[in-house]
């Protein structure tokens, strides 16, 4: 039996629930924990790129949306933790990437330093549709989407025959502020879109292997660019939380509780 | 060149739309024509079971939704010309099947002639998603949906993980009558569903012959039950047409022109 002692209780309000980090968790012995193979890599690329976030975006696009060279591929809320690295991905294998995030700021990162090939503001757009027409006049293939909503519809309306649509995320059912997406069927059928969800915990063994190789790969030689955003200290949890909500962050949300 | 003449122009209209049937046909010789081997069969097989409509049961079936034996397949419209069909094969390949129509003899020659292991009058229902747990409480694996709507959306909600949905039809769509489908995304991603549009024409040659060897030879031993509603006259189109969006047949609609 294992125990690891955290110093504080953290009670935080999410959407008028409560709920509790607490100060230690009882885990079994057995094959549920491991030591960790730091690579000389901080230990939070761990949970980042070469973690959850990375095989998501990773297996996601390769596995899901099965991409071929020069397809043109969307991504939105593309500065967050999976969809940065989705539009990296996409653009170091061949794809035409574009990307939508909600400030300038966000937008220019993308087409700077993780070298997009264009990016907007969504809130800057009235009517998505037309926006996304701008940008891929010769339609989209494939959609990575974290999103849900507005959104989704406005890509299915420019899909191309064939697209594919990986689903792993839904923020605006999430937060309710934005509305279900509502699909047109009609386009689902005639352009023979497929439409997937799919969760980390769907990728085998190899899969998960190609992914670490290709990923440690890329971080070493600089071709992947690593976007963290670390805040410090137990209690700054429910407020990152909820910044995830409020798309506060850029990259990888983590909280530090102890120094490595 | 080919010519046919047809001896009669009829003109419809259809939701404020006129639209003509034309007295003959220019068709390019080569191979987009060839003689039809009948096989045996009366001519109208070869437009129903062995034509388009058994073809997207088949294809869309074994194809797009990869069934397992003893999985539970739901089917909309199910006395409508493709989905009587997807029922007829899930129940000789060994699935759980539950289809949906509307009228109560619709119901019944669905649990008769058919054998489906049962069948509901979904204009007798006021909570779709009530209705499907009830039918299937141990959930949905596969959905054959050539309906849309609210109807799309129950099933999504007792889907099972892993669910597929073949999506070749969306007559509330069609008609207005209905309203689009709205998605429970955060559904489609916990239990990975897939959504996935098709075709006839998206089947290989290989793929065909498989449908027509197998069909040919569950006709010919009687495992398959030919469902067809044949109006005569060139004058009837109109009315026929209309009819499939009235949902008043069963089985395949065909206008016969002339005798064989």
Redesign the interface.
Known sequence: MLKWNIPLTVTGKCNGETWVVTEYTIVKGGNMLWKLEAMEFPLSYHISVIGTSGLIAYGGFFQICRPKKGEKVFVSAAAGSVANLVGQYAKLFGCYVVGCAGTKEKGDLLKGKLKFDDAFNYKEETDLISTLRRYFPNGIDIYF?NV?GDM?EAVVANMNTYGRVA????IS??TNLGK????????????????????ST?FSLNEIKDFMSTTTNYVCVGKLCVLENISYGIEIIPYAFIGLFQWRNVGKKIVQIAEE
């Open positions: 989407d849900g989704l689903v792993y995320g839904a059912d999430y279900r997406a509502t699909l047109n069927m009609i386009d689902v059928i005639y352009k023979r879109i497929i439409i997937k969800g799919f969760l769907d």
